[in-house]
């Protein structure tokens, strides 16, 4: 691949960034290209040592806030060609049939989006006090189990002294057990927010897994 | 090596690139690399990361009929390579411990 091939491939598979983030990486990796160029390499070598072009786009949509991307696209939608007169009196007779159905659509989809926002946050907090439900019953079990025993209960007492241990006991490998769910929810929420910014960027060419 | 950990180390890597004279991307790459091996794939992200903490700051200048980007330490940047100078030694005393405990079991 040659340098201008390599810079409109970057350009085509960024596409949807805002235009001066566009604009940075492109100049970025075509300096890196000419400094190679100037230190006797071919210009097929020079871009082979870049590296592999999903791994840059990667790299460079990791450090771009979601927000910026979302804002980006609304802006490119807007500035969009005008409407033509006829599609305006087209939409405006028909409000009355499509408004109420994107108004609802739009408020199922920001419910959807927020129930499953909670959900996801639940999930893990749901975990942890779990785990302090069953720290706070150990505690109680081993007291009540010794005022119990005091009281001359002592087969009871016994019973709720074993029980208190047996729950305090569990709590302390629970509580390593909702760190690694805790870690792995993380690792989840990573994946599904790149998959997003992927929907958002770059030009998808046919028959190309992305 | 933990992810999290070596993102933070590259960072300072990148800063002591720049620490005595300006540099730019292509001879931070190959000065770093003799100690360690980093992409541009890698080093762009992590130019643009110092550069939105003020850790450096960015000029073109004309060079061979194009422009070249010179990056540029600022105190905040030093300042960053002496808190890790500082935290290392903590590091080194864990690392020593570690091995010690390593020892003795054998």
């Not at chain 1, 340098?3 to 970057?10: I, R, S, Y």
């Not at chain 1, 070598?45 to 927000?67: C, F, M, Q, R, S």
């Not at chain 1, 079990?141 to 074993?162: E, N, R, S, T």
């Not at chain 2, 931070?28 to 700051?57: H, Q, W």
Request: proline residues 3%; contains cysteine.
């Amino acid at each position: 691949m040659n340098k201008e091939t390599f810079l409109t491939e970057l350009r085509t598979r960024l596409e949807g960034l805002p235009e001066t983030e566009l604009n940075k990486s492109i100049d970025f990796y075509s300096e890196m290209i000419d400094d190679r160029l100037d230190d006797g390499l071919s210009e097929e070598e020079a871009v082979a040592a870049l590296g592999d072009l999903k791994d840059i786009t990667d790299h460079i949509l990791e450090d771009v806030p979601l927000g910026k991307i979302v804002k980006e696209k609304v802006r490119k939608v807007k500035s969009g060609r005008g409407l033509r007169p006829w599609e305006i009196v087209l939409i405006v007779l028909g409000s009355p049939v499509w408004l109420p159905i994107a108004l609802s659509l739009s408020i199922v989809a920001l419910v959807l989006f927020i129930v499953f926002y909670l959900l996801y946050w639940v999930i893990i907090l749901v975990f942890y006090i779990v785990d302090l439900c069953f720290a706070l019953g150990g505690v109680a079990g081993i007291v009540c189990g010794v005022v119990a025993m005091a009281k001359g209960m002592a087969p009871y007492g016994f019973m709720l002294f074993g029980c208190g241990l047996f729950l305090g006991g569990l709590s302390i490998p629970f509580f390593f057990f909702c760190n690694i769910v805790a870690k792995g929810m993380i690792g989840l929420s990573k994946l599904i927010t790149k998959g997003i910014k992927n929907l958002f960027i770059g030009r998808k060419k046919k028959g190309e897994q992305q | 090596m933990e992810n999290q950990m070596k993102r933070g180390l590259l960072d300072v890597c990148v800063l002591a690139a720049i620490k005595d004279a300006d540099s730019y991307g292509y001879q931070i790459i190959k000065d770093m690399s003799p100690y360690v091996e980093i992409s541009e794939s890698t080093l762009y992200p992590i130019l643009r990361r110092l550069e939105a903490g003020a850790l450096l700051t960015v000029r073109s200048e004309e060079y061979n009929g194009r422009l070249r980007k010179y990056y540029h330490i600022t105190p905040e940047g030093l300042k960053r390579i002496e808190t890790f100078k500082e935290e290392w030694k903590e590091i080194m005393m864990i690392y020593e411990f570690v091995t010690k405990e390593g020892k003795k079991d054998e």
